[in-house]
């Protein structure tokens, strides 16, 4: 392998020219051979057992050129890497020049991670504002406690809004019954939008014993295609009707719900609790503010590769999680009428966010000479595992040492920014604090934007060498064909 020209290109890309000598390319060749031959056939011969040089001398010399390259030009472009010292940040784009019996070349145009000029990070200043807790919120924070002893209570009366029918149901498109939608002895909230619009409606002033034709109309994005958009008739028999019966609220009622044995002390627990999530809020409110001013303030050239692949990444990690709740991707698309690339355009923003903070807390790290050490490592992992009710060498085996040291060492960085940071106004660009100046407007609070990328709590993949190795599931992109004529054997 030769690296034949490197060049620097605008948002830290930067362009290699690679050569690959004729042993080299001859060996890729034979592999691309041994992995085809099984699928092709020649006259004389059984399937899978021409030799290469048949096969050459029928369909031409560079019958496996294409599959040679892609077999060993991940290897190649590592090794320029390597020797190159370059830190590269995403999949290369991979264009073959030149493939013939004396070897071949190929141009490599890869993002690598830029170079930050760190502007003002220390000695900061944000708004914090935590909100007071008033005895409104905490009759809010009471509500569910109240509604897990509220009791359904059987009534002979019509049904309203709010009250829970048990009913039996069966659908039908025209006179067709559909496949579930057929249900017995079924428990229904009326008002609480759990079947689709206008069936729970129909069912009000229904009383124990009454029979009905609900009708109505499948939304168009339902997600089951024999249902969007149709009319369907479901026949309704009503079996009861319940009202809800809330608890009187005592000290017993205390007792029953929680560890408190007097309703004082359950509402000054709930107080204190929610107190806490709001300072917890504020803290956070207040160091993604300062993130935020941080990043403003540096200097980078962010290649777009590097932000398209972590967008993927949220969008894999979203796809996850919605597949761990039982429902298919397929299906979640259908309702929500996305596409995977409309999810990727809004995982974007926050992406951008996320990649210039991890360059931000990396430049500090650096320039504060922030190490992290074995006990620190160790120390993490017992967090974790605590956190999840495992070992802490489990959890070490499990999570790679490169990501538990990069969340490390990002949580240091954050650190020196806020442990120096100071409460106070938002600082105001000079042009916008003259016009404030000229308007003369009542003070305003700074509102500062939530960032998913917190120092704490977000914990990046660990950095690969690329086009060695791929993520889960994906295929290393091929090498584009050029339009450079290839040298004849």
Known sequence: MKVKSVEKLEKSRVALIIEADAQEFEGA??????????????????????PRKMIEAMYGAEIFYEDAVNEIYPELFDQAVEQEGLDTVAYPEVELLDAGKEGFSFKATVAVR???????????????????VTEKDVDEELKPYIQRATRLVDVDRKAKKGDTVTIDFEGFLGKKAFDGGKSENHDLELGSGAFIPGFEDQLIGCKAGDAKDVVVTFPEQYGVEELNGKEATFKVKVHVVKEKVEPKLDDEFAKDVSEFETLKELREDLGEKLAQ????????????????????NMTVEIPDAMVEMRAQRMVDDYKQQIVSQGISMEQYLAMTGMTENMLKAQAMEGSLRQVKTDLALAAIAKAENIEVTPDDVMAEC???????????????????????????????????IFDSAKIGKAPVKKAAAKKEAEEKPAAKKSAAKKTTAKAEEKRPAAKKTVAKKTEAGEKKPAAKKSSAKKSEE
Request: hydrophobic residues 30%; glycine residues 6%; positive net charge.
């Open 277 to 296: 999530r709001r300072e917890q809020q504020a803290q956070r409110t207040f160091e993604e503010s300062l993130l935020d001013q941080v990043t403003k």
């Open 29 to 50: 060749i034979e592999k691309a051979y041994r992995k085809q031959r099984s699928r092709i056939m020649l006259p004389g011969f059984r399937k899978g057992k021409a």
């Open 382 to 416: 017992t967090r974790l595992g605590e956190q999840y009710g495992m070992p802490a060498e489990q959890v070490k085996s499990i999570v790679p040492a490169e990501e538990l040291i990069s969340d490390l060492t990002n949580q240091k960085a954050a650190k020196v």
């Open 114 to 132: 830029p170079e930050v000029t760190l502007g003002d990070y220390k000695g900061l200043t944000a708004p914090k504002s935590v909100e007071k």
